[in-house]
């Protein structure tokens, strides 16, 4: 069976390291917030181009954790996109804020700026651009009218690790960037995680504070939480890390070789923004007859996805719920098209061969 993410595969690369530092860490007496931590977010901060890099419990709890050091609290709102993990939303209603969701763009699924206007009111406080399956969303745009409204801006990098706008890392642009680091993520752990990165260091010395329930010495200054950054998993991402690069350009060369050998199929691919370095979390495609081409490339042994199968919007739990921008035609069009393709650094040339090989066989019994 070919997987579309495999996370023990690169386990499997970085078996010996890996093991060595987890063993370390037990050896030792402690196991949160410890050496490992502080030697990632030092690392991460470096690599990603911040002053400040904060490790937290999971990508979720970063963006709320992010919000509520910028103040975002009850009655405010948060402006993002309804194409992206719920994780996106359910973090800003843990601060006691309302999302606000509009549309993608139809060529990049990232938010669409020119529907902000819209939906802007005097209660937004926040934009929290979503850069998806490994690409940015449009900050030049986006910066502009967070600056011109006076709005924070958050970049959720959650599927973007170590890609670049214009030739800055992502997280290091808006005012804080949120990472997840679950174990399918580009810099994945083996359990939950998550990073947040800022160039603010009286912003980082709060989130700190909030990651453990408000405190400085032990005395509560905010009302925070528990979301502490174990010692194993900083450890497991500080070997990663070292390979983030390189694992990253295996993900573009399979991503070229999609791309090249799928031009001429009955499908949509992926199209990278000008200026642009993406890191290919995912290659998504748009078919028709989805779920017949799911079911084909199962019983050829291929495992693909849906990311996401429902905009946040009309799932149960927030439907005519949230606010939303009066046209959400894109999102609701592709959410029935996108196939992600297996995409993870250890895929070997002779699997995505196969996978190639099996989308073409649909389309061609099809008789497309």
């Known amino acids: 069976m070919i997987l579309c993410a495999d996370p023990s595969a690169q386990f499997d690369s970085y078996q010996n390291e890996i093991e060595e530092a987890v063993l370390a860490v037990m050896r030792g007496n402690q196991y949160v917030l410890g050496e490992e931590v502080a030697s990632l977010e030092k690392e991460f901060a470096d690599y990603i181009e911040t002053t400040s890099a904060i490790g937290v419990a999971n990508g979720t709890d970063a963006i709320e954790l992010a919000l509520r050091a910028l103040g975002v609290g009850l009655g405010d709102e948060v402006i993002t996109v309804s194409h992206t993990a719920v994780a996106t939303i359910a973090a800003i209603e843990a601060t006691g804020a309302d999302a606000v969701l509009v549309d993608v763009e139809p060529e990049y699924y990232t938010l669409n700026p020119n529907q902000l206007e819209e939906v802007f009111s005097v209660k937004t406080r926040a934009i929290i651009a979503v850069h998806l399956y490994g690409q940015s969303a449009n ?136 200026d642009n370095e993406s890191v290919f979390h995912l290659f998504v495609i748009q078919v028709e007859r989805r779920q017949e081409l799911l079911d084909y490339l199962l019983s050829k042994g291929i495992q693909a996805g849906i990311h996401y199968p429902a905009p946040v919007h009309l799932q149960p739990a927030y439907k005519n719920r949230v606010k939303l921008a009066s046209n959400m035609r894109v999102t609701e069009n592709l959410s029935n098209k996108i196939v992600s393709l297996p995409m993870y650094p250890e895929l070997s040339i002779q699997e995505a061969t196969e996978i190639i090989n099996a989308v073409k066989s649909f389309f061609e019994e099809q008789g497309c």
């Open 139 to 274: 900050l030049d745009l986006i910066t502009d009218f967070c600056k011109v409204k006076n709005i924070f801006l958050i970049e959720d990098a959650s599927q973007a690790h170590g890609a670049k706008y214009k030739g800055k890392r992502l997280g290091s642009i808006g005012d804080i960037g949120c990472f997840s680091c679950y174990p399918t993520k580009n810099l994945g752990a083996i359990g939950d995680a998550g990073l947040i990165t800022t160039k603010d260091t009286d912003l980082a010395t709060k989130i700190r504070m909030l990651r453990e329930y408000g405190w400085n010495n032990r005395i509560s200054e905010y009302p925070g939480r528990n979301s502490r950054l174990d010692e194993i998993q900083a450890a497991v991402l500080r070997i990663k890390l070292k390979y983030l690069d390189s694992d990253n350009e295996k993900r573009r060369q399979i991503a070229q070789y999609y791309m090249a050998n799928l031009a001429d199929s009955q499908t949509s691919l992926p199209v990278i923004r000008l």
